[in-house]
């Protein structure tokens, strides 16, 4: 421009700008941990390396679930059908209020984005909570197959808990004796 550089121009030009997503909100925040949402989002874009991806281009021995070693594990399996799963969105709809809980993992995600906006104390709490458990879903897998140890849902329950306990406390303008 005027024959100077500018850079958010160049910026502006070469960046290929992509349809926004409608979930982008319930993935991403300031008030969680990294982790959690990068496991979400590549739950959310169908990427996570599940046993139905591998077999695409990997011979493998065993396709079914690593948690409940029932049917074959995919993104909609694991995060929908599992019955070890299923038991972690029970506790989830109940500490959540959530009268009706759905079956499916597409179903959970529509009501997880009609349930998880703006930005009240709630919103984010369910949006935390949301995240710890697919968070702590996808580790309880992987540590099945990669160390053979199996925790019962209780306890994995108990640790989404803690760790959105002590996480929330950490939020400005939160009084620590508020109802979590």
Not at 12 to 29: F, L, M
Not at 136 to 161: A, C, F, Q
Request: with cysteine.
């Amino acid at each position: 421009m005027n024959g100077k550089f500018i850079v958010g121009k160049a910026w502006e030009i070469i960046r290929t700008n992509e349809v926004v997503v409608d979930w982008h909100k319930v993935v991403w925040s300031l008030k969680d941990i990294p982790r959690n949402q990068f496991i979400l989002w590549l739950a959310f874009r169908k990427r996570l390396e599940t046993r139905d991806r591998i077999k695409k281009y990997m011979n493998i021995l065993d396709v079914n679930c690593p948690v409940c070693i029932v049917k074959e594990e995919s993104i909609d399996h694991l995060f929908g059908e599992c019955t070890f799963v299923s038991k972690l969105w029970i506790n989830f709809a109940q500490n959540m209020n959530i009268t009706k809980f759905p079956l499916t993992w597409n179903e959970i995600i529509k009501l997880v984005k009609k349930r998880a906006k703006g930005d009240s104390f709630y919103a984010n709490v369910f949006k935390c909570l949301f995240r710890a458990l697919v968070y702590n879903t996808w580790r309880e897998r992987n540590t099945r197959i990669h160390s053979m140890n199996k925790r019962i849902e209780e306890n994995v329950w108990d640790n989404i808990v803690s760790d959105d306990n002590i996480l929330i406390h950490t939020w400005r303008g939160i009084s620590i004796n508020e109802d979590s």
